[in-house]
């Protein structure tokens, strides 16, 4: 399975758009890109996840590159509601079971 | 109400004590998930099931069982409790179908001492 690079840490200003970014050079031509987000003391929760094609839905963007070596989940108006731990994963599309392997992901602050 | 839940949501126990973390879940999905997240390791696959009466184990299966005999629960039990066992506990649930996501629970905070 492939794995995924991601900064530790990035901060935000309210209102901008937040871009995060995610590398995962080794990516399978049938795996996805997820992306969930963790706020704090709570359960993980899912964003957006795409295969090829650019994804938008209404919390965010996902851009994956031509190459699909890398992908950038944006958040358009970033709020404090923001502040999260945002994990990139790459997962199998196979039907069985779909394992989630998370990394330590990107702590992102919204800062107001 | 639909969703994933989870109980009890806090739990003190003692080493050696056998405990189970229930997992309920309203949308019928086939796979369901058991997670443990502790500082420094991230969220860990305990085990999962693909469907009733299936289940594997994930990446740190030791020392815990589970069991699937409905669709919609999924118990985690600690045959006997250790200290290391002390972390938070997120169920997960997710439909058998490529690309599909997963719902996560709130958490059961565990601690052993």
């Known amino acids: 399975d492939a794995k995924t690079t991601q900064p530790p840490s990035m901060d935000c200003a309210e209102g901008r758009a937040a871009n995060l970014p995610c590398n995962h050079s080794?990516?399978?031509?049938?795996?996805?890109v997820y992306w969930y987000r963790q706020i704090h003391s709570q359960g993980p929760q899912y964003i957006i996840h795409g295969l090829k094609n650019n994804e938008t839905n209404e919390m965010a963007s996902l851009i994956i590159t031509e190459d699909r070596k890398s992908s950038t989940l944006i958040l358009p108006h970033a709020t404090l509601r923001d502040t999260a731990v945002y994990y990139c994963?790459?997962?199998?599309?196979?039907?069985?079971?779909?394992?989630?392997?998370f990394g330590q992901g990107t702590r992102l602050t919204i800062n107001p | 109400d639909a969703g994933i839940t989870q109980s009890p949501r806090y739990k003190i126990t003692e080493t050696g004590r056998q405990v189970t973390l229930m997992c309920h879940q309203t949308?019928?999905?086939?796979?369901m998930f058991w997670y443990r997240q502790d500082l420094g390791h991230g969220l860990r696959l305990i085990y999962y099931?693909?469907?009733?009466?299936?289940?594997d184990k994930g990446e740190v299966p030791d020392g815990y069982v589970v069991s699937r005999s409905k669709t919609e629960n999924f118990p985690l039990t600690l045959e006997s409790a250790t200290r290391s066992q002390t972390s938070v506990y997120f169920c997960?649930?997710?439909?058998?179908?490529?690309?599909?996501?997963?719902?996560f629970g709130p958490g059961t905070r565990l601690l052993v001492l």
């Open positions: 080794t990516i399978s031509g049938n795996e996805y």
């Open positions: 949308w019928s999905h086939s796979y």
């Open positions: 997960a649930s997710g439909p058998r179908r490529d690309g599909e996501t997963q719902y």
């Open positions: 994963i790459v997962s199998p599309a196979r039907n069985e079971a779909q394992k989630l392997v």
């Open positions: 099931s693909a469907a009733a009466d299936i289940t």
